[in-house]
């Protein structure tokens, strides 16, 4: 039996009404602090009246992720619970480099239909030793290692990316409007580079950037001179928004092969029409989504509280 204080009454109803459903039987909602064993916020600071309140039984502090509270100096453990539809981000968009780079989409078609290269096409018995290496033909391995990530925008998702592209070894450069300090550059091990350099290097390029309409805003703001000066062996990445990107230059460029091609979960009008010229190009080295990334919001609100419930069931 265990209780919960949600100490800002500003957190989202589904959320709360997700860890409501979820609670274990005997266990509770708290309205205040006192005799609380976990402590629940995202913007409300946990005082140290408020751990005075909650007394020796306290086991947790946890806070919802991006939120800004501050935790009074205290030994109770202190968690963040992340925003799990965020993340659905991050792992989309490794998902879009590692099968543009491996050719995912033309291996699967090209397995489906036996499209066997010729003195590959017997099939024979394996083992540890024997067996047929690459009876499709792949003409290279597409390994992402060492390969140049760009992140353009380094705010939360884009070092969501970097942290989860940093054990395949790729190299992550990124610009955003200012440099971050060298402490957090070794942290997410990036490099900076200003946007001409880093286009000019990546191999993948990935938008994090807020969309902004109106006079000085970014709508088509990557476009034909940005698309120029990427490498033609490179992708486009975004899952951030579609206007930020000029899909005539996008077209046209993928059309010329100025660019080996792009993953997009996200367009100018949603979902595309009929006769938008992405979806004719749409293939091997065009993934397109259907703004998808982030974790249905609903699964996202059920992780966190199941997420809260086993962390402090493990400190009970």
Not at 167 to 178: E, H, K
Request: charged residues 20%.
């Amino acid at each position: 039996m265990a209780s919960i204080y949600v100490a800002d009454p500003n957190i989202r109803a589904e959320q709360i009404a997700a860890l409501r459903s979820s609670l274990p039987a005997g266990w509770r909602l708290l309205e205040g602090p006192r005799g609380a064993n976990a402590i629940l916020t995202e913007n409300v600071d946990v005082s140290a009246e408020m751990l005075a309140a909650a007394g020796n039984g306290l086991r947790l502090i946890a806070r919802l992720d991006p939120g800004r509270a501050t935790v009074a100096p205290t030994e109770v453990p202190v968690i963040d619970l992340y925003n799990t539809g965020t993340i659905g981000v991050c792992e989309h968009v490794v998902t879009l480099i590692l099968a543009l780079s491996r050719r995912l989409l033309w291996v699967a078609r090209q397995t489906a239909k036996a499209a066997w290269v010729p003195g590959r096409d017997q099939p024979i018995l394996t083992d540890q030793r024997r067996y047929t290496f690459n009876w499709i033909g792949l003409p290279s391995s597409g390994a992402i290692y060492s390969k140049k990530v760009g992140i353009i925008g380094l705010g939360q998702i884009g070092r969501g990316v970097a942290k989860r592209l940093r054990p395949f070894g790729v190299r992550l450069l990124y610009t955003d409007l200012q440099r971050f300090d060298p402490q957090v550059e070794a942290s997410l091990g990036v490099e900076w580079r200003e946007l001409d350099d880093l286009l000019r290097q990546s191999d993948f390029v990935t938008l994090h950037i807020r969309f902004q309409e109106g006079p000085g805003g970014n709508e088509n703001w990557f476009g034909a001179r940005e698309l120029a000066l990427m490498k033609p062996t490179a992708y486009l990445i975004n899952t951030s928004r579609g206007r930020i990107v000029d899909e005539d230059a996008l077209v046209a460029a993928l059309r010329k092969g100025q660019i080996a091609g792009a993953g997009l979960d996200v367009f100018h009008y949603e979902p595309l029409p009929a006769n938008h010229p992405l979806l004719a190009l749409a293939g091997d080295n065009v993934i397109l989504t259907p703004h998808v990334a982030g974790t249905v919001m609903s699964e996202a609100w059920q992780t966190t509280a199941n997420e809260l419930i086993e962390r402090l069931q493990e400190l009970m």
